[in-house]
């Protein structure tokens, strides 16, 4: 309720266009440059990535994952879906590092695959877990990112049956995501596709 009247007090305004509305507007998102890049090797049966991390594609996702603006999320999953098939028996999120959870108070990954989830109309599953802190990749290098990551993901409770969507926001050099898969295969989901908002430059 309180958001809610921010929201009527100060209207969201668009942070590509400035129109008031949205945080990130249909036309923005539109405009907004794919990726057309081949897609990187993680190990999954499919990986699927919607746009360059550039420009308000970039603005919106630091809005996201730092500023609070969590309704982005909605707007970033109807991106996903619009490229995805619709047969998963689960959607998961790659989780961040719990630290970093605490210090935003949310997980943005979650807030998107949870919403691609309720689009899909399929389950969203929480089993992928981070077996322990890990430092931030984005000043790494590539071989530091992968030894940065390495072992760090697991999981518990009951594996899906069948494919499973695995999300996250942002992918660079995919360290981060070749382990998570690892994780997923490791624990019995052998069939994974990757869905990522935006691809950033390698080092």
């Not at 979650?110 to 089993?127: E, W």
Request: hydrophobic content about 45%; charged content about 15%; overall charge positive.
């Amino acid at each position: 309720m309180f958001e809610r009247l921010l929201q009527w007090v100060f209207p969201d305004e668009c942070v590509g266009c400035g129109m008031r509305g949205a945080l990130l507007c249909a036309g923005c998102l539109a405009a907004a440059p794919p990726y057309t890049d081949p897609m990187p090797c993680l190990g999954a049966h499919q990986v699927f990535i919607r746009y360059e991390y550039i420009d308000t594609i970039r603005a919106a996702l630091l809005l996201l994952k730092y500023c609070g603006k969590r309704r982005i999320a909605q707007a970033f999953a109807d991106a996903l879906v619009s490229m995805l098939p619709t047969t998963y028996a689960a959607v998961i999120a790659l989780p961040a590092a719990p630290l970093r959870i605490s210090q935003r108070g949310y997980d943005q990954a979650v807030l998107v695959a949870q919403a691609v989830a309720r689009r899909l109309g399929v389950r969203y599953g929480s089993g992928l877990f981070r077996t322990r802190d890990t430092t931030a990749q984005a000043h790494l290098t590539r071989a530091q990112r992968a030894a940065n990551v390495a072992g760090a993901f697991g999981w518990q409770g009951a594996v899906p049956n069948g494919r499973v969507l695995l999300v996250d926001d942002i992918c660079t050099t995919g360290a981060t995501l070749r382990e998570a898969i690892h994780a997923l295969h490791a624990a019995g989901i052998q069939d994974v596709d990757v869905a990522v908002i935006a691809r950033g430059k390698t080092n």
